[in-house]
């Protein structure tokens, strides 16, 4: 076995062993312990997605002397190390681009645990990402929730604790749901690891036995990651977490927390339902009418809000709606734009919370739209960046929102019945996204009653600089040279079918 | 229809619980009875899947005399999933109350709608 | 509230008797901070329009209505999965396949351990656990962010120095059982791997002997022994120690490599490898960590 195999376990293992040192050291260290992890994850998953690309084949890697069904497994292909490497760069981002206002918003003594908790969730996503287990997908799913409330909860406002109430409550229902569907797939098959679990559902799906128990089963694992997640119905803890957390935070949780959940759904569905058990089941059809309304409902909610932080909060569920769209479209193609989006979302949304910070910053801390005219004069640098992912948020050309759209159009065009409500709720989300992110933009860079200031420079603001320079740059590049992304998810996906 | 029911009791009272749990969660107010109300849903959670390891007539797996035959032994491994959930319950709960111990501090109230409209107020008189 | 805190403990009593105790008096015995939020705690947000607040209060009236349909449904689909399981207790069931064959039948031999509890959870199984007790450090962490008060030397809250100077019941009582309760913890500790028991039961038992202790001497008897410090120390520790030996029992075993750790006799006190170990480590952590949040949630720190 060749030494790259054994990476994902190191990085793994390394997250949990930094976390656990984080907590003995001052502020500043475990800032650095961090930003080293988070370059140290991605540089080992570019390690192993060369081996993936090398083998051409998913890697079984036993956690232990025993094989599958008795140990534990871990099991990588193309798509596990590349988005664990993107997850880790855009965590790096966050941390490093929020630092400023990390110190703003949370007491002295508590910062080195905000790093404690920001190792243990990157810990956590590559578990996410990596595991073969559902057990295990449980576990970490509930280092997750506790880890995504510590980093919600350490700004010491009322609304923040509220909303961690909320959001535990939610995610809570989720995990609860989740496990429940576990005990079921448990109590018909008898496995835990995917490989196993797949083929024990397809014998009794070929069977002529009970379906009931086996449907009940994906249906309660469906709903209580689409919980965790934030699809349409279940999006009301979105504005609050993510409008009153530190930038960094709601970075974090909207861009990688959420997305999380949906991979190992997306695993779940690939490697255990199957996808033939799964777009048979109608699930699927759910999912994409969730997805289609709460595109459609998320932006509408944007449009109405008053204060900068919620309306990209709310941006953020109807964007989860475009990758349910595309899940419940058609297993390739639609899975794809799906994998595609999260990517976009994961790279654009941070992006937009920590320049939005900015500009508000500049404008005397108000978050009010009436307070941000013109910020973006007061501050060009985070006007330029929130300008970037707001057009990367409309779909303009050039940048990876456009790619993402144009792949979910593609996925529609081999459907029959979808093809036209598919490209309708394309439209209409786009030119609502368009509306209110134009608004926004037009009124950060109103000129019109402009009190002459001095603009912040970048040169006083480097930590943001340097997040924002990696994130648009990532956004740009990607957007431009979308194709190498799409053939290597497209190989990594042919790889787990 | 009661036949199946009656093999399947302890399964069955299980998810009974759980929606139990499930209700309470969702329908109360006061932040104790929610935590309340998740307890119940996690221990029946666990319930289901302890049962699952039952086997009628059979030993806890513990092998105490040598005999390493499976046939005598009931299952060990939901046991074991049982043991891990407990923990990741017991510490949702803490940090469950802790929380509720900061929402109370502040607001003199466990009820949540009236946390929620104070939360509104505060914002109110600010701006 | 003034007169409500100043009931006594007979009064308290006889309410809960009467079972008319109302479980938010309870939280009074820490009194709560009547701090109105300060200016930089409170932040400029946005005003809500009172279409919301219309909309709110209709969805407060029909709310509990359609969470109890929620509730009826949830159970009718529940049952509906239960009745079609195969019957509960049968010997044939599936979760009764190879799985469990091999950990019964080969375990013993395979991981050294005599309770087969064990040796799936810390060694066939062992990612699970690793990432179990790291939930359990992750809550302790969000607990310290939560309630840890910024005052370092925080006064001994009232109520509990009132337990502590006119209680002898409890002192004696503890007297005597704290040591008894120590020991048992620590037995079911080591003797995770031989017999029902291990890290997390007995830490837990432990922790609880730590907190009897210091609701009846006082935290500044155990301050010597559990401070900030060598809590963290201890934790952190005792997480590396797992973390990394785990770590080089999977990569030997991914790798097809002996462990430097032998299995032993099974049913010595000394064998079963990696599992004493670990449970000792898990043991401390889930003591500190049950004393911890007893701790924080009393008075705000360590």
Request: charged share 15%.
């Amino acid at each position: 076995m060749s030494f790259a195999a054994n990476l994902p376990l190191f990085s793994i293992v390394a997250c949990l062993i930094c976390a656990a040192l984080s907590s003995l050291l001052r502020e500043k260290a475990a800032a650095w312990v961090t930003r080293i992890l988070a370059l140290a994850v991605a540089a080992a998953a570019a390690a192993v997605l060369v081996l993936a690309l090398k083998t051409g084949q998913t890697t079984t890697y036993r956690m232990g002397h025993y094989p599958h069904p008795w140990g534990n497994e871990l099991r990588f292909g193309i798509l596990e190390p590349l988005f664990s490497g993107v997850f880790a760069l855009v965590l790096l981002a966050c941390t490093v681009g929020g630092s400023r206002e990390l110190v703003r918003d949370i007491s002295r003594s508590k910062r080195s645990l905000y790093y404690v908790m920001c190792d243990l969730l990157l810990a956590t996503l590559l578990a996410l990402l990596y595991t073969n287990d559902v057990f295990t997908g449980y576990v970490f799913i509930e280092i997750c929730t506790i880890a995504s409330c510590g980093i919600l909860m350490i700004r010491r406002i009322g609304r923040t604790t509220l909303a961690a109430v909320r959001y535990m409550i939610f995610s809570l229902i989720g995990s609860g749901l989740f496990l429940i569907g576990v005990v079921f797939l448990y109590a018909q098959t008898g496995h835990l690891l995917m490989p196993n679990l797949k083929a024990a559902i397809a014998e009794i799906w070929a069977s002529g036995q009970s379906r009931t128990p086996l449907m009940i089963a994906i249906c309660l694992m469906t709903l209580g990651l689409c919980i965790k997640s934030g699809l349409f119905p279940f999006h009301y803890w979105m504005p609050d977490t993510y409008g009153y957390a530190t930038p960094c935070s709601s970075g974090i949780l909207s861009g990688l927390v959420s997305k999380g959940y949906i991979f190992l759904l997306i695993k779940l569905i690939l490697n255990v339902f199957g996808r033939d058990v799964f777009y048979a089941s109608g699930i699927q059809n759910v999912l994409y009418l969730l997805g289609v309304v709460g595109m459609v409902v998320g932006s509408v909610s944007a449009m109405r809000e008053n204060d900068i932080f919620r309306m990209v909060a709310f941006s953020s569920a109807a964007q989860i709606g475009y990758i349910y769209m595309g899940i419940g479209l058609s297993p390739e193609l639609g899975i794809l734009a799906s994998l595609f989006h999260i990517l976009t979302h994961a790279i654009t949304k941070p992006l937009l919370f920590l320049s939005a910070s900015g500009l508000v910053t500049a404008s005397g801390g108000d978050k009010r739209f009436r307070a941000l005219l013109g910020a973006a004069h007061r501050n060009p640098g985070a006007g330029f960046a929130f300008a970037v992912g707001s057009l990367s948020m409309i779909g303009l050309p050039l940048t990876m929102g456009f790619i993402a759209k144009y792949l979910f159009a593609f996925a529609a065009f081999r459907e029959n019945l979808r093809l036209v409500p598919t490209l309708l709720a394309l439209a209409v989300s786009t030119v609502l996204n368009a509306y209110y992110f134009t608004r926004t933009l037009i009124r950060i860079f109103n000129t019109r009653d402009l009190q002459p200031t001095a603009p912040v420079r970048l040169r006083s603001q480097p930590h943001f600089a340097l997040a924002a320079a990696l994130l648009i740059g990532a956004n740009l590049s990607l957007g431009i040279l979308a194709q190498p992304l799409i053939t290597l998810l497209r190989k990594g996906l042919a790889m787990v079918l | 229809m009661l036949d199946s029911l009656w093999n399947n009791r302890i399964p069955a009272a299980a998810v009974l619980l759980f929606a139990v749990g499930f209700t309470t969660l969702l329908l109360h107010r006061n932040l104790l009875k929610k935590i309340i109300g998740l307890n119940i849903m996690d221990t029946a959670a666990y319930l289901f899947l302890a049962s699952l390891g039952y086997i009628a007539g059979r030993k806890p797996p513990i092998i105490t005399d040598g005999n390493t035959d499976p046939a005598a032994y009931a299952n060990p491994l939901p046991a074991g999933l049982v043991l891990t959930g407990i923990v990741v319950s017991v510490s949702v709960t803490a940090l469950m109350l802790a929380l509720t111990l900061r929402l109370y501090r502040r607001y003199h109230t466990l009820d949540l709608d009236k946390i929620y409209m104070m939360a509104r107020d505060e914002q109110e008189d600010e701006t | 509230m003034k007169s409500k805190k100043k009931t006594k403990v007979s009064e308290r009593l006889r309410a809960w008797d009467q079972s008319s105790f109302d479980l938010t008096d309870a939280l009074e015995l820490n009194p709560p901070l009547p701090k109105a939020p300060t200016p930089e705690d409170r932040e400029s947000l946005p005003v809500i329009d009172r279409i919301e607040a219309r909309q709110f209060a209709g969805f407060r009236k029909i709310y509990p209505w359609l969470a109890g349909l929620l509730g009826l449904v949830m159970s009718a689909f529940l049952l509906l999965g239960v009745l079609k399981l195969p019957p509960y207790g049968a010997a044939d069931n599936p979760p009764h396949n190879e799985v469990m064959d091999r950990y019964v039948g080969e375990g013993m031999h395979e991981t050294g351990a005599v309770n087969t509890v064990a040796g799936v959870i810390l060694d066939y199984r062992a990612f699970d656990t690793l990432g179990e007790s790291h939930v359990l450090y992750t809550a302790a962490a969000a607990v310290l962010i939560l309630l840890l008060s910024s005052s370092r030397k925080g006064e001994e809250p009232p109520e509990l120095r009132r337990i502590m100077e006119d209680d002898p019941i409890l002192r004696n009582t503890a007297k005597v059982v704290v040591p008894f309760v120590l020991l048992f913890g620590v037995y079911i500790i080591l003797n995770g791997h031989l017999g029902p028991g291990g890290g997390f039961a007995g830490g837990a038992i432990l922790g609880g002997g730590l907190i009897l202790y210091a609701i009846a001497f006082g935290y500044e008897s155990l301050e010597r022994l559990i401070n900030d410090r060598s809590y963290r120390v201890t934790i952190a520790a005792c997480l590396c120690f797992y973390s990394a030996a785990k770590c080089y029992s999977f990569y030997c075993g991914a790798n097809g490599l002996e462990t430097i750790f032998s299995t032993g006799t099974p049913g010595a006190i000394l064998s079963a490898g990696l599992i004493l170990p670990l449970n000792v480590a898990v043991g401390l952590v889930v003591a500190l960590t049950m004393y911890g949040f007893y701790s924080v949630f009393q008075r705000g720190r360590i």
